[in-house]
């Protein structure tokens, strides 16, 4: 195994010292990010690890999910990515568990508090919905707040564009009787900008679970999808402006009883809120930022009846959350390289539970009221100091009152150092925090003692470009410690509860790199290795489960001619430890894909496009006894005024 990590780790180093490259990369280097300091940024100013998912590369990613399309980048493995659609998918950053990192929808943290680790369902997110994606790694609770333990990934949704009506539409199909379309109007009428969007999804789909008897009776997990969108705004004058955005999303998908388990009536409703007001105050030194956010998650699992084994004739769960989130931030400029960000957070969240089962014993019934709630107030700031001969420094602090187990504080110190234009070092030292959930604070197994969990984040990097800006070659290594680990405990008395105890160490490194095929292409690579352990009642134990050791993406994007895109990509994943409760070997065994993308443009406002997937049929599981998809195909056309 470390013989081929080596190997592949030669490869992606080599491409950086290779041909020049279109501008695909100066593009990126000078790409203005908001991420990574929660204003306007060039990328090649800040000395924090981000990664941008683009308009362009969105488009010619179409007929993917979003979940599919951020599989792809570096650091981020998405447990059933390429499963039925409507499965529960996993977030595993840098080898950190579901729930440790945040999900931000245009800057604001739209976490679920009706799931046990307070995560959000990307099922619930159209790509057609989507501008682009900013991935920003690291301990990054100082500006953002619980949950970004491993990183952030925000979700930018579309606004007004330039013109006055800019109509936009898509439609495709493709395996498993996969219909997506969308369509949408956006544009810019004197003061007001406007874009309104509607998506839909509806999928025959295959069996969720493995059929591992060979009879081939499990019956096609079926979802639909509807989304729509709406983002206003007006320009009050030079120095104020407001915004709004309003998003709800609705599924259904027919899931199974498990591993290798089918049933026929097990059905889950999703719906997902989203409301968003905000207003902005600009002078020549000072920008402020005032937004009111409320979100909505509302889901619903049906069982009529037990169609494989089970006892239970009918099942019914209800799950709702609500969040509101109140800030206040804004930036002001103290000197010409010296900046200060500082904010305020309000955040509450509550959820409602109830669940009942009826069997041939009876009913019986579980509640979790909606008096489980709790609040965050936070205080934040951090100072950024910009390029004072070659030197960077962003460093901040954050404060965090919680309404049942008090305060905590996190930090961030982050230098950096441009060696010459083209190359730069940097180092970040930053801690972060994750909440308690209210499933882990209220429910049956809840304890109202629990602490936060707190980690320590190590990051050291450096990155480098050709001297035409051409092309790029970053390399990071990072080291994560989290203490109080929140576990699920059972005593010798079998009774069970919610604990702080365990520790968790991971640690590993990033490549990445892109290169030029002349004029007509690039080439761009990334590698991920992680690793690590718990430390259980002082015992170490190798825990990272689902997760892999290492994982490598290549993507060729080639264009022969303007109007004709060629993409073909190559995907590695590693060897990984099984589920706790999963079956099968202790080693699930690597595996890998080939995808290939043609585009073409036949007039100038249209686009077709099909999209090969798994093209060598590879049968492999991130999860054991759930399927993923072998070989598929996706086709479509656009329309982009």
């Keep these: 195994m470390k013989k081929k990590i080596f190997i592949a780790a030669a490869v992606i180093i080599s491409t950086a010292a290779q041909a020049q490259q279109d501008t695909t990369a100066a593009k990126q280097l000078d790409e203005v990010i908001v991420t990574a300091t929660k204003f306007q940024q060039k990328q090649s100013t800040t000395g924090k690890v981000v990664s941008v998912i683009n308009q362009e590369t969105l488009q010619r990613n179409a007929g993917k999910t979003i979940t599919e399309i951020i599989n792809s980048q570096t650091g981020v493995f998405i447990n059933g990515a390429n499963n039925n659609l409507g499965t529960n998918q996993d977030v595993y950053f840098r080898g950190a568990g579901s729930g440790n990192t945040l999900i931000l929808i245009d800057g604001v943290p739209v976490g679920d508090p009706s799931q046990i680790s307070n995560s959000f369902d990307l099922n619930s997110i159209a790509v057609g919905q989507i501008e682009r994606i900013e991935i920003l790694k690291g301990a990054q609770s100082t500006l953002w707040g619980s949950d970004a333990v491993a990183g952030v990934i925000n979700i930018i949704t579309i606004k007004g564009g330039k013109n006055k009506i800019s ?55 079926k979802f639909t999808q509807n989304n729509v969108q709406a983002n206003l705004g007006y320009k009050i004058n030079d120095r104020f402006a407001v915004k709004g955005l309003y998003s709800f999303a609705k599924y259904k998908a027919n899931v199974d009883a498990g591993a290798f388990k089918d049933d026929k009536d097990n059905v889950v409703d999703n719906k997902n809120t989203i409301s968003n007001l905000a207003f902005s105050y600009t002078v020549a030194k000072l920008q402020l930022h005032l937004s009111q956010t409320f979100v909505k998650a509302e889901r619903v699992y049906t069982d009529d009846s037990a169609s494989v084994g089970g006892f239970a004739k009918y099942s019914k769960g209800n799950y709702n959350g609500n969040s509101n989130i109140t800030e206040l931030y804004g ?9 200060l960000v500082s904010g305020v957070q309000y955040l509450s969240q509550k959820t409602s539970q109830d669940y ?25 700031n951090s100072l950024l100091l910009t390029d004072v001969k070659g030197f960077n420094l962003e460093a901040g602090f954050r404060y965090n009152n919680h309404s049942i187990y008090g305060s905590n504080a996190t930090y961030t110190f982050n230098p950096s150092y441009n060696i010459d234009e083209n190359t730069r070092v940097f180092v970040n030292i930053s801690s972060a925090y994750k909440i308690p959930s209210l499933y882990q604070l209220y429910s049956e197994y809840g304890n109202k003692d629990l602490k936060p969990e707190k980690s320590n984040n190590y990051e050291l990097g450096v990155q480098t470009f050709s001297n035409n800006k051409r092309n790029s070659f970053r390399i990071v290594g990072f080291k994560r410690d989290i203490k109080d680990l929140i576990i699920f405990y059972t005593n010798s008395s079998f009774v069970s509860k919610y604990i702080n105890r365990d520790e968790q160490h991971d640690y590993g490194f990033e490549l990445e790199s892109s290169t030029a095929i002349g004029k007509k292409g690039n080439w761009t690579n990334n590698f991920t290795y992680v690793d690590g352990e718990g430390r259980n ?54 595996y890998y894909t080939i995808d290939c993308y043609l585009g073409y443009e036949f007039a100038k406002y249209f686009r077709l496009f099909i999209d090969l997937r798994n093209i060598t049929n590879q049968q492999y ?8 998809k072998k070989f598929n195909v996706m086709t479509g056309l656009s329309f982009d005024l």
């Design 356 to 380: 009942l089962s009826i069997s041939s014993f009876g009913p019986y019934k579980t509640a979790l009221g909606d008096s489980a709630k709790a609040n965050n107030f936070s205080l934040y």
């Design 537 to 590: 009642n002082n015992v170490n134990v190798k825990n990272l489960y689902r997760r892999p050791n290492f994982v490598m993406n290549s993507v060729l994007t080639l264009q022969p001619v303007k109007s004709l895109t060629l993409m073909p990509s190559f995907r590695f994943v590693g060897t990984r430890l099984k589920g706790q409760y999963d079956a099968g070997p202790a080693t699930q065994p690597q």
């Design 621 to 628: 599981f991130d999860v054991v006894g759930y399927n993923s």
């Design 167 to 221: 109509p936009t539409a898509m439609l495709t199909y493709g395996s498993y009787s996969t219909l997506r379309g969308n369509a949408g109007i956006n544009g810019t009428i004197d003061k007001f900008s406007y874009n309104v969007g509607y998506n839909f999804t509806s999928s025959k789909g295959l069996s969720s679970a493995y059929d591992s008897t060979g009879i081939k009776n499990f019956d096609d997990d």
């Design 331 to 339: 930036n002001i400029l103290l000197h010409k390289k010296l900046s």
